[in-house]
């Protein structure tokens, strides 16, 4: 143990020993070596060059990726020093004037760590600075930002060993949480660090419970359930679309939940803030891309949901680990569906084949991962190339487990048929052999003729993506990522075939089947199972009873969804009814009293106890446009002008506002219909919907039997349920 260095670390940040292996890291860099350093989030990376920064002649450059990271970095170094500007950062969001006092700093010897984006570091005017000083050494923090393996990949990274050439070698420390085998080398050959001790800890985080839920319509009410039951503590919760993290942040925030949205497309003074309010505690909750989170120095983060699966699981990982980095407790839970997933490769289409080659390995690792009913750290684990031995029971799968299959004779046929395939195909094709099901790539490569095909034809179709997975988990296959997954026989595989061969009773092999997800739209189970069919039945008798006496139609009083949501959510009071769909303040009054009598007298009898997390606010269901729609009508402008100016089509213009005439919300479209249609066609059709015992539009297409338009109908019907509904 070094005593001297333990004096410094007690000196500068009050710890009185280090974790893991910090002192050594920090020990080698001193002595003026390179060192690669794979550390999971939580586990000290950063102590391992600002401790050497303080203690070496010169100033350390970080490369770091987000400008967030660098502002909480550059607070944490400030803030345990008498003076001011012992770190700073320069990146674009600075002004000319604070750049010059970041630059007199560091010539004066006062700066230790400058944080510098890729962006800046590569700039011709930051490489003639960086030459005229003394650079101690350069620190790359989320240095997978330099393979495009990793889930973030950044191309100003790949421009980092050039910079340090032009500025004058100094030892080069890379850091980062989460990396592949291939990623690691990736980044150590970019680099020009080949020859770096490594220095990994394990993946594992024992304190950070997994779990993966079927994604489904009542997400948003699952979500907020499970915050309210934890009451005060600090998550984040990541989107991949920056429209779905402002929208669910409102929802969050209209249900008494301290929440705010961040993503990159925010103003930099409303990211820093909503940065400070969350570590301040001021805020509980954070929505976000994943451009929140990265070297976020918050310890008591104690939940993380990923709204949306990932589209790595490198970038899952990490993610993850942004909770319980003070050693308590952390729930991990993603929500997840197929169809996520065939966005996510859509989305790739437009990617050079290559880009389009790696995403699409990396989205069937994650697959895998969520679909998988093995122990969930073991797949995590084994994806960094670490082995987990036996069941963590820290997560859904191990919580919950499937009954096992013994599946030695799918095990034996999955190794052959890699063998005669020559590791040469990737799980799909192998598949397709063990089933013995002919494709052109089989038949050119003479497969379809070999004894071995069609070996597994018997066995269940949904066996085998288990037994492959199993398989690799206990390393009798691995994944080629050089050719973006090919399946390879292992040494212990070719044993294991080699002892069957040769008549030794091989070890049981057991396996259990895949979890299943249903498409992301379809109605969640809680929605369809909580409907209370009896009150449902009660609710549409009182509807025609309220009907008859207000001399409306039953679906001007209460439309058919919203006595489903109230026979599920058991609103007993004109405040709760509203937060149903559909049902806005003047419906409300008008219209309520009665339900609500109802429902609470039917509550009284049957003895029901009403859940109070599933009582969820919900937000009109609006896009960027609906506010200007509402203005626009207010403003009495002509639709189709409105149309024009949202460059929206006149039918999708009409779906606009048949969601905020159906959402409650009243808008006055007489003005524009009198002024396009004559007196006599209005009275006709208003006159239908007045009859009418459904809103139905097929229905009074047919009524009308081409007599009138489409929109001319649907247009009139708005104005109809506007008018006498809301």
Avoid at 447 to 464: Q, V
């Amino acid at each position: 143990m070094n005593h001297e260095l333990n004096q410094k670390l007690k000196h500068y940040f009050g710890f009185d020993s280090f974790r893991g292996q910090q002192e050594e890291i920090i020990t080698h860099l001193l002595n003026g070596n390179d060192c690669f350093v794979l550390m999971p989030t939580g586990g000290g990376k950063s102590m391992c060059y600002q401790l050497p920064s303080l203690l070496m002649e010169g100033t350390a450059i970080v490369v770091s990726p987000l400008i967030a990271l660098m502002k909480n970095q550059v607070d944490v170094i400030n803030g345990i020093s008498e003076h001011d500007g012992v770190a700073h950062c320069l990146n674009s969001s600075m002004s000319k004037t604070m750049v010059e006092q970041v630059k007199r700093d560091v010539r004066n010897g006062v700066t230790k760590l400058l944080y510098m984006a890729p962006e800046s570091l590569v700039k011709e005017e930051y490489i003639e600075f960086l030459k005229s000083i003394k650079v101690s050494f350069f620190a790359i923090d989320e240095a997978h930002c330099i393979s495009e393996w990793g889930h973030d990949f950044r191309p100003e990274y790949r421009r980092i060993r050039p910079v340090v050439d032009a500025v004058g070698r100094a030892p080069i420390i890379a850091l980062t949480a989460t990396a592949t085998e291939k990623v690691r080398n990736d980044i150590k050959k970019s680099l020009g660090i080949s020859d770096a001790h490594d220095f990994m800890s394990s993946f594992n985080r024992p304190n950070l419970y997994y779990e993966v839920r079927p994604k489904t319509s009542d997400v948003d009410k699952q979500i907020i359930r499970y915050i309210k039951q934890h009451p005060g503590q600090s998550g984040i919760i990541y989107c991949l679309s920056r429209k779905q993290v402002e929208d669910l942040a409102e929802v969050l925030r209209i249900n008494d939940i301290k929440a705010a949205p961040y993503h990159a497309g925010l103003d930099t003074a409303v990211r820093n803030q909503t940065q400070d309010d969350f570590l301040m505690e001021r805020l509980d909750v954070i929505c976000a891309t994943i451009a929140f989170g990265m070297g976020i120095d918050k310890h008591d983060v104690r939940f993380v949901i990923h709204y949306d699966i990932p589209k790595s699981l490198e970038g899952y990982y990490q993610e993850t680990g942004r909770a319980g980095r003070d050693g308590g407790d952390g729930q991990c839970i993603a929500f997840y569906c197929q169809k996520d997933l065939q966005k996510l490769e859509k989305l790739m289409e437009s990617k050079q084949p290559t880009e389009q080659e790696i995403g699409r390995h990396l989205l069937h690792e994650i697959k895998a991962y969520a679909e998988s009913s093995i122990c969930r750290r073991k797949v995590l684990l084994k994806y960094f190339g670490e082995t987990y031995p036996g069941n963590c029971g820290n997560c859904d799968n191990c919580r919950n487990p499937k009954p096992s299959i013994e599946a030695t004779d799918g095990l034996r046929v999955l190794l052959t048929a890699i063998k005669v395939m020559k590791d040469l195909y990737r799980s799909h094709t192998v598949i397709d052999f063990i089933k013995g099901r002919p494709t052109d790539e089989l038949d050119a490569a003479g497969l379809t003729t070999n004894e071995e095909f069609g070996a597994g034809e018997g066995m269940a179709e949904k066996l085998w993506n288990p037994i492959i997975r199993q398989a690799i988990v206990e390393g009798y296959v691995v994944k080629d990522i050089e050719t973006y997954g090919n399946l390879k026989l292992t040494a212990a595989g070719r044993k294991w075939l080699s002892n069957d061969k040769n008549g030794i009773q091989p070890q049981p092999f057991y396996v259990t089947e895949d979890n299943t997800f249903n498409d992301c739209e379809a109605e969640g189970a809680a929605n369809g199972s909580a409907l209370d069919e009896q009150l449902y039945a009660i609710l549409k008798t009182l509807r025609r009873e309220v009907a008859r006496k207000k001399g409306v139609q039953p679906y001007i009083v209460f439309m058919e969804s919203s006595l489903e949501q109230m026979a599920t959510m058991y609103p007993v009071t004109l405040e709760e009814l509203q937060n149903i769909q559909g049902v806005g303040q003047g419906k409300a009054r008008r219209y309520g009293q009665p339900f609500i009598e109802q429902i609470k007298a039917y509550c009284e009898e049957n003895d029901i106890i009403r859940p109070e997390e599933i009582r969820v606010r919900s937000v009109a269901n609006k896009s960027v446009g609906k506010v200007k729609i509402i203005s626009c009508i207010d403003r009495k402008m002509p639709l189709n002008e409105i149309a024009d100016s949202l460059h929206l089509k006149f039918p999708e213009l009409l779906d606009e506002l048949e969601s905020i005439v159906y959402s409650g919300t009243r808008v006055d479209l007489r003005y524009y219909i009198e002024e396009v249609m004559d007196e006599e066609q209005l009275d006709d059709i208003y006159g239908y919907f007045e009859e009418a015992e459904t809103d139905s539009l097929d229905d009074a297409y047919d009524e009308f039997d081409g007599d009138y338009s489409d929109e001319d109908i649907r247009l009139v019907r708005l104005m109809y349920i506007s008018e006498n509904a809301n």
